[in-house]
């Protein structure tokens, strides 16, 4: 779950360039439901760190990452142009077999 550490870390502020995230990873067993994530994430420390996986485990392994840009959406206006409603976003999901 990538979270956006702007004006949640010091010195990290709207005004910078560039991306400023946090990718946590929970093992199966702390993940299975919405609510495992956020009782993790309330809890705070203790936190326990893994070595990274080397190249063939992570490619066999079961992974998912979610992130949530809305709050980075600003009104776009430029002088001459007509801003059209985007087409529906849909999730694209990928079957295992096509892996």
């Known amino acids: 779950m990538a979270m956006n550490l702007r004006g949640r870390a010091d010195g990290v ?6 991306m400023y995230s946090k990718n946590p990873f929970w093992a199966d067993d702390g993940s299975l439901k919405p609510a495992d994530i956020r009782r993790s994430l309330e809890a705070g420390a203790p936190f326990g760190c893994m070595p ?3 190249f063939f485990e992570t490619l066999f392994m079961r992974i998912a990452l979610t992130t949530n840009w809305s709050s980075f959406f600003e ?22 077999q096509a892996l």
């Open 75 to 96: 009104e776009l206006r430029i002088d001459g142009c007509e801003q059209v409603r985007p087409a529906t976003h849909e999730p694209t999901l990928i079957k295992a």
């Open 13 to 18: 502020v709207d005004d910078l360039a560039g």
């Open 52 to 54: 990274v996986p080397g």
